[in-house]
């Protein structure tokens, strides 16, 4: 079903290392296992819910996704997504179209692609040297991930699981506009605290480039907080 190599104990990768997980808050993924001998299983505690393991090793982490991450470094075969029909339990971790995907609710599966049901799945993808993923629905991004969306390349400013209707265009709250560290993009008015720019940001306006000298700036270079470029 799932293969492991004697290299998951190489791998010390997960939140939390235990051998019981007690009624915790949130749901915990975990996984025990003993890779010397090859025995091992991943699942999910719920928080009315005690997991014991006999198993010399056991970790576990609530945070579905950050549990495919370390999962995803080890050399763990998935089984892949089974198709439409099929029933599928919470916990469980499959391998769809180059990505890890975890159930998030027993469910039979929909038509629906996991990305376009996020009460039911959670997707991971794992971002690659020189390349910027497409932004998806469905996933979980952290502060720094980077996503592509209408040939713009946003970076996440807040976690948060991305839905339907909050595209990075839309939700500056969440996503900004990414730039190469040392450029000066054009100045863009800021909606807020959320998007203002910060000390040291470099922009261009009116072709001068700024720097700015305070925090949390909303005003528009050459009118305060700013200091022209040589």
């Known amino acids: 079903m799932k293969n492991i190599l004697l290299a998951f104990l190489l791998f010390p990768l997960f939140l939390l290392s235990q051998n019981e997980i007690n009624k915790p808050e949130r749901p915990t993924y975990y996984a025990a296992y003993d890779s010397t001998i090859g025995v091992y299983h991943i699942g999910v505690t719920e928080p009315d819910q005690v997991t014991t393991s006999g198993q010399p090793s056991f970790a576990s982490s609530p945070d579905a996704l950050l549990f495919l991450q370390s999962t995803s470094v080890i050399p763990v075969q998935y089984d892949t997504l089974p198709p439409i029909g099929e029933l599928l339990t919470e916990g469980d971790i499959y391998e769809y179209q180059g990505s890890l995907v975890i159930v998030r609710q027993t469910h039979n599966r929909t038509i629906f692609e996991p990305s376009e049901v996020p009460a039911l799945f959670a997707v991971w993808r794992e971002d690659l040297p020189d390349q910027v993923l497409p932004w998806i629905v469905g996933e979980i991004v952290y502060p720094g991930t980077i996503r592509e969306y209408l040939a713009i390349n946003y970076e996440c400013i807040q976690q948060h699981q991305t839905v339907v209707g909050q595209t990075p265009n839309l939700v500056p709250a969440l996503w900004n506009v990414y730039t190469v560290p040392g450029d000066c993009p054009d100045w863009v008015q800021p909606t807020g605290a959320q ?6 940001d470099c ?19 050459g009118v305060f907080g700013w200091a022209a470029n040589p």
């Open 203 to 221: 922009v261009t306006y009116q072709g001068q480039e700024w720097t700015s000298t305070t925090p949390a700036n909303v005003w528009a270079p």
């Open 195 to 200: 998007d203002a720019y910060d000390v040291g």
